[in-house]
């Protein structure tokens, strides 16, 4: 191999590394995506067993959203534009059914929602569950939010690595 072929490729491998950096500020956000997913495609499944039409809409619209947000993030590999205005629709969409569910767990839409719940302590299980699911819906608002401004800890790492030959 050539000088001209050695630096070539050197240059291709750091700019492959640019764009795993790009693609790496969103990885916490793919994952945590991804729970929601399969966490609302299983209540789906569960509702669907015991057919009860309002919980199955509900899971089924928040399952398919969510699968437009993971999407959205397998784009980021390509696509170097700060903002994923999918998924951040997403989450703060997440928080608000959320929250409106752990107000339903304590009401008479309960059965339609949860049928599975039959005592009060799996009722504060899914409540603790719901709340934990609004504090990670939280954090990653406030990751899209710095990486959208520039002050996640990715930028300065793309930036310095940049600058080396």
């Known amino acids: 191999m050539n ?35 399969f966490t609302n495609l299983f209540w789906l499944l569960i ?30 590999m390509h696509n170097r534009k700060r ?9 703060w969409l997440q928080i608000g059914v959320n929250v409106a569910l752990v107000c339903c767990v304590f009401l008479p839409l309960k059965d339609q929602l949860f049928p599975f719940l ?14 934990i699911g609004i504090l990670l819906c939280y954090l990653c608002e406030r990751r899209i939010r710095n990486i959208r401004v520039g002050k996640d800890k990715y930028q300065k790492l793309i930036a310095t690595f940049k600058k080396i030959n």
Do not use: H
């Open 83 to 91: 903002d994923i205005p999918a998924t951040r629709y997403y989450f």
């Open 118 to 131: 039959t005592n009060m302590s799996s009722v504060y299980l899914i409540c603790a569950i719901f709340l």
């Open 3 to 37: 000088k001209f072929q050695s630096k070539s490729v050197a240059e291709k491998k750091k700019a492959d590394s640019i764009k795993y950096l790009y693609f790496s500020r969103y990885l916490m956000l793919r994952y945590i995506v991804i729970i929601f997913l």
């Open 47 to 76: 509702l669907t067993q015991y057919q009860r039409w309002l919980g199955i809409i509900i899971s089924g619209i928040m399952t398919i959203l969510a699968a437009i947000a993971a999407i959205e993030q397998l784009t980021k």
